[in-house]
């Protein structure tokens, strides 16, 4: 059995920052690529950021520059940190963790941590 867990959300006003982090436990073997996304009211999950299990990351463009992604193999945790934020980054963010479970191979996701940019 697999649990995913992301902490972290909250309110913050437009500019603020925010720090949201994502911890695996569980029968894990391995973890390949981890990733958030974040899926806003009557719109489609949209993929943030990813990270390989080697470091190698990726943004989605309405957050590069803004957006950190980072994790800690050891601790199966991933982090993202969240500078400059704007109102339309408010949305419900959920972690994606690609991980071996002995030879099976499958996707597991958080249950979401809700972020409010607003004044």
Known sequence: QVQVVESGGGLVQP??????SCSASG???????MAWYRQAP???RDMVARITNGGTTNY???VKGRFTISRDNPKNTMYLQM???KPED??????SVDLWRGVVRQVYWGQGTQVTVSS
Do not use: M, P, Q
Request: charged content about 20%.
């Open 60 to 62: 989605g463009d309405s």
């Open 90 to 95: 408010t949305a419900v963010y959920y972690c």
């Open 42 to 44: 009557g719109k489609e």
């Open 15 to 20: 500019g603020g920052s925010l720090r949201l």
């Open 83 to 85: 500078n400059s934020l």
């Open 27 to 33: 029968s894990i073997f391995s973890i390949n690529d």
